[in-house]
C-alpha cells in the first residue's frame, strides 16, 4: 500500500486512478479517517464525480461527522433526482440510509426517518442490492419504527426481511431475532 500512496502523491498519469483505489482500500481495511481525507479532497477537486462524493458522505457518516454527512446525502439525492450523470440508485442507496439514520437516531424524526428508509429499500432493490447492510439496516429500522407505531405485524416483516438476509452470526441478524421474539410476545399479550 505504500507504494499505492507513493503514486497517489507523485504520479502524473496514474496518480488519480490510485487514489480511487486507495480509497476504497483504506474503508475496506477500516482507515476511515485517511479515506474520509482522501475521498473529501478528490470530492472538492471532481465535485460531479458521483464516486468520490458517495465515499465522502460514506466516510464523514462512519466518523460521526453526522452535519457533513448529511449535506453530502442531500446533494447526492439532488443529484439523482436532477438525473445528474453519474448519479445512480447505489448512490441513492448510501444516501437515503444515512439521512434515514440520522432523522432516526438524532432528531427522533420518525416520518423523515421511515421516507428515507424507504427510499434505501427502494433504491437497493433498483440495483439489486438487497444483500447490503444498508439494505438490512432500512429493514431493521423500518421495523423499530412499525413497533413504536403499533404496527407489530409490519414490524415482524421488517425484522424478518433483516434476520433472513443477514449473515448467521451477525449482530444484525442477532438483533433482528431478539426484536422478533419481542415483539411477538407483545402481539400474545395484545390479544389477552
Known amino acids: 500500500m505504500k507504494q499505492l500512496e507513493y503514486v497517489s502523491l507523485n504520479a502524473f498519469y496514474t496518480r488519480m486512478e490510485s487514489r480511487y483505489f486507495l480509497v476504497q482500500i483504506y474503508s475496506m481495511e477500516r482507515q476511515d479517517q ?3 481525507n482522501m475521498a473529501k479532497m478528490m470530492h472538492s477537486t ?3 464525480n458521483s464516486f468520490f462524493h458517495r465515499y465522502a458522505a460514506r466516510t464523514a457518516f462512519m466518523l460521526g461527522k453526522a452535519d ?3 449535506a453530502y446525502a442531500k446533494e447526492l439525492l439532488d443529484n439523482i433526482a436532477n438525473n445528474k450523470y453519474g448519479y445512480e440508485g447505489t448512490a441513492g442507496r448510501y444516501a437515503a440510509y444515512i ?9 427522533s424524526n420518525l416520518p423523515e426517518a421511515k421516507k428515507y428508509y424507504l ?9 439489486k442490492a438487497t444483500d447490503s ?3 438490512l ?3 431493521l429500522s423500518l421495523g423499530k419504527i412499525a413497533k413504536a407505531e403499533g404496527d407489530l405485524p409490519k414490524a415482524i416483516e421488517y425484522f424478518k426481511i433483516a434476520e433472513s438476509g443477514a449473515e448467521k452470526k451477525s449482530d444484525t441478524k442477532k438483533e433482528a431475532q431478539k426484536l422478533i421474539d419481542e415483539t411477538k410476545k407483545l402481539m400474545k399479550k395484545a390479544k389477552k
Not at 439521512?99 to 432528531?107: D, P, V
Not at 427510499?119 to 440495483?127: E, G, L, M
Open 119 to 127: 427510499q434505501t429499500i427502494d433504491f437497493a432493490k433498483s440495483t
Open 68 to 70: 457533513e454527512a448529511e
Open 46 to 48: 471532481f465535485p460531479n
Open 99 to 107: 439521512l434515514g439514520y440520522i432523522n432516526y437516531n438524532y432528531r
Open 133 to 135: 447492510g444498508y439494505y
Open 137 to 139: 439496516g432500512a429493514n
Open 34 to 36: 485517511k479515506a474520509y
